[in-house]
């Protein structure tokens, strides 16, 4: 939401170090960094915060130019003054707020909290790495709670662990985006350069925002905003006396020892009531339907590891299958099915119209073999029942007749699309259905509509936007692997989904994910959380 000005500061001082080891007067220096400003703020797009930021640097470039001493904090004033006066949308602007609060805290609040943690033995460079995002995170934080009706409790940790990798993420960016245009190898060179960096980026960034209860709620707007700022400046005027640091740190401490064992490893799951969970098992799906008898249920697809499903359906506590469907014959889908039958008696294990690809059908059947349960085909127009769950067989309509099993669309277009009708609602189940098959079914005029959508193929960019749109799915639910290398699920489409209003929600982020009854009485999903690497990055 703000680029900091430690963006711009890492370019500059890339530029003003490559001049002055050239032997450049200042003001040849000046000019080539006022030319390196203008160029980033171009390519990071002139947005409030970059514009803070970018007029912050200019002020800094010209008193290098003039000889001037450079001061931090009336360069900020000046910059703010400026902008407001040139665009006055910007004082409502959350990004400019944002961004002059964070940098005015390091301005002001850092050097105190530094300073402090010195006097009690805390090393420098540790002072300075703990003081920088807990004073940007203290000030930002009431605006960001009004924004989002969140607090996080995570924030100054992921700063932590992400501040390494800035500065050189930062400036083999920018180098990649200079160099592209003229020497496509450099550009490659720099941005291969910067892959590990950014990878550990969005890796800090999902694992902090998976941590169960990281952003407890909090009032919305400019009230929630108001009423934390206000316990946030009661709170650091009250931490000047040793007593209530004292206070403070013994409930901290108190609250660790409760909380953190009952959250990040939390106790009473599964969730009562619940009706279907999506089982975490990597790249693949695996998904569970209560069936309204205890201990049973069915299973909709095995995921691609017996050990992630076999775990899954034992912390549920189901001990047999009124029914294992299989959407299709695909190894994410399939390859987990030994470790689902290990210990649990199987009604049957169905399959679609298409058997491709041949191997993959032998070792279903063989498996299903082992484990003594007969393998039968489900057409569309199918009904099942059970006390609390019917499955409607949607699709697929009119499957080709011979399926390269080499081409994964193709195999992708035989799944099984299936509409499940529980106590909360109901829930459109289309596997890994692709373009052509979504195609038939809108056409037919099949009924889609659903409270629950299981987003096809791991929320890949090969769904039809209108069948994706024709649930108006409150809640949509992604089974997708962490780490897998298809880039899944696609940005587009989970924009796409938040567009529509539904709530997303994915196992790469919050673990297995239960479908439980909410207090208005419709549907609501509850995580574990622990979301699992998926160990072959699928």
């Given at each position: 939401m703000a680029v900091s000005g430690s963006n711009v500061a890492f370019v500059l001082g890339a530029v003003l170090l490559l001049a002055r080891g050239v032997r450049l007067g200042p003001r040849t220096v000046a000019v080539l960094a006022l030319l390196a400003l203008v160029g980033f703020v171009v390519l990071a797009r002139p947005s409030p915060s970059v514009l803070r930021a970018g007029a912050m640097g200019a002020v800094a470039i010209l008193a290098l130019a003039l000889g001037r001493t450079r001061s931090v904090l009336p360069a900020l004033a000046a910059t703010v003054v400026v902008l407001l006066l040139v665009d006055p949308a910007l004082a409502v602007d959350a990004g400019f707020a944002l961004s002059v609060l964070a940098t005015g805290a390091l301005v002001l609040l850092a050097p105190v909290v530094v300073t402090a943690l010195r006097r009690r033995g805390v090393p420098p460079g540790v002072a300075e790495a703990l003081a920088v995002p807990l004073a940007a995170h203290v000030v930002t934080a009431p605006v960001v709670a009004g924004l989002s009706g969140e607090v996080s409790l995570v924030a100054v940790l992921a700063n932590l662990l992400a501040a390494p990798v800035v500065a050189p993420a930062t400036v083999l960016g920018v180098l990649a985006a200079v160099l592209a245009p003229w020497w496509t190898g450099g550009a490659h060179a720099a941005v291969w350069l910067a892959g590990p960096e950014v990878s550990w980026l969005?890796?800090?960034?999902?694992?902090?925002?998976?941590?169960?209860g990281a952003a407890p709620d909090w009032p919305?707007?400019?009230t929630g905003g108001l009423l934390l700022a206000g316990l946030v400046l009661l709170g650091l005027v009250a931490l000047r006396w040793r007593r209530v640091r004292l206070l403070a740190l013994a409930v901290v401490v108190g609250l660790l020892l409760v909380l953190v064992p009952t959250r990040v490893a939390p106790?009473?799951?599964?969730?009562?009531?619940?009706?279907?969970?999506?089982?975490d098992v990597g790249q693949g799906d695996g998904l569970v339907l209560a069936t309204g008898e205890p201990g049973r249920a069915v299973l909709l697809d095995a995921g691609p590891d017996g050990t992630a499903i076999d775990g899954c359906l034992a912390r549920l506590g189901v001990r047999s299958f009124a029914l294992v469907v299989l959407s299709h014959l695909h190894a994410d889908h399939v390859d987990g099915l030994a470790g689902a039958l290990r210990g649990r008696p199987a009604g049957a294990v169905a399959i679609g119209p298409v058997h491709e690809p041949i191997g993959a059908l032998a070792q279903v059947t063989a498996r299903a073999r082992q484990a003594g349960t007969p393998v039968v085909g489900l057409d569309p127009a199918a009904v099942l029942r059970w006390p609390a769950l019917e499955l409607d067989v949607l699709g697929p309509l009119h499957p080709r007749p011979h399926v390269d099993p080499d081409d994964g669309t193709e195999v992708n277009d035989t799944s099984l699309v299936l509409r499940a009708t529980t106590p909360l609602g109901r829930v459109l189940l289309p596997g890994d259905a692709e373009a052509e098959s979504q195609e038939t079914l809108l056409a037919s005029g099949a009924d889609l509509g659903a409270d629950v959508l299981k987003v096809p193929h791991h929320g890949s960019r090969s769904s039809l936007p209108a069948f994706v749109t024709a649930a108006h799915a409150r809640l949509a639910l992604v089974s997708v692997g962490q780490g897998n290398s298809y880039g899944h699920p696609n940005p587009a489409m989970m924009g796409l989904l938040a567009g529509t209003g539904a709530l997303v929600r994915r196992t790469d982020q919050s673990g297995d994910l239960a479908l439980v009854p909410a207090a208005d009485g419709g549907a609501a999903v509850v995580a574990r959380g622990d979301p699992r690497p998926d160990p072959r990055r699928r």
């Open positions: 969005v890796w800090v960034a999902h694992r902090c925002a998976a941590v169960p919305g707007g400019v106790v009473g799951w599964p969730p009562p009531g619940w009706a279907l969970v999506m089982c």
